[in-house]
């Protein structure tokens, strides 16, 4: 992602990023689409109760792998949605009554900042 995202900024490209391409991605002619589809690992901590999510999963894996421990992710009404798209956008899921936006559970992300560098931030 950072080397896509370098070799874009270094050509004066624009960039656009997709998971699933349920949502809609605007990109200008010419410009990088990067595909996050085959960053997609997911690891549950069950005594922490939070899982490690790349960019290109999807929520029924998360559910696949949350559900043997007891645990169930903030998703939403279909398990093909991209975690990174979907939460970008606030997530409204099956349990947001009671939990509130998926959004409201990220406790850190790692983002590729427009100027190409790789930062760590947390909530
Ligand atoms: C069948 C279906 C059911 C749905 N149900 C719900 C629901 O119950 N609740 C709800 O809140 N929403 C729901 N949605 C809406 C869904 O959350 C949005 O369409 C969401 O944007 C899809 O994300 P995606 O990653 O799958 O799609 P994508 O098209 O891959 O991404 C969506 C947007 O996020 C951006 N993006 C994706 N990954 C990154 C990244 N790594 N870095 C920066 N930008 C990124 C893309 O550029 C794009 O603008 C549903 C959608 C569908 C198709």
């Given at each position: 992602?950072?080397?896509?995202?370098?070799?874009a900024?270094?050509?004066?490209?624009?960039?656009?990023?997709?998971?699933?391409?349920?949502?809609?991605?605007v990109?200008d002619e010419?410009?990088?689409?990067?595909?996050?589809?085959?960053?997609?690992d997911v690891?549950?901590?069950?005594?922490?109760r939070?899982?490690?999510?790349?960019?290109?999963?999807?929520?029924e894996?998360?559910v696949?792998?949350?559900?043997?421990h007891?645990?169930?992710?903030?998703s939403?009404?279909?398990?093909h949605?991209g975690?990174?798209?979907?939460?970008?956008?606030?997530?409204?899921?099956?349990?947001a009554r009671?939990?509130?936006?998926?959004?409201?559970?990220?406790r850190?992300?790692?983002?590729?900042?427009?100027?190409g560098?790789?930062?760590?931030?947390?909530?």
């Amino acid at each position: 992602m950072r080397a896509a995202v370098q070799f874009a900024v270094s050509r004066d490209l624009a960039v656009a990023v997709q998971s699933t391409g349920h949502g809609v991605t605007v990109l200008d002619e010419g410009g990088v689409l990067i595909s996050t589809k085959r960053m997609a690992d997911v690891t549950v901590d069950p005594q922490g109760r939070y899982a490690r999510i790349e960019a290109g999963a999807r929520w029924e894996q998360v559910v696949a792998c949350a559900e043997p421990h007891g645990l169930v992710p903030p998703s939403g009404s279909a398990g093909h949605v991209g975690v990174a798209g979907y939460t970008l956008a606030g997530g409204m899921g099956l349990l947001a009554r009671e939990f509130g936006y998926a959004a409201d559970h990220v406790r850190a992300l790692d983002v590729v900042t427009a100027d190409g560098e790789l930062r760590h931030v947390t909530a």
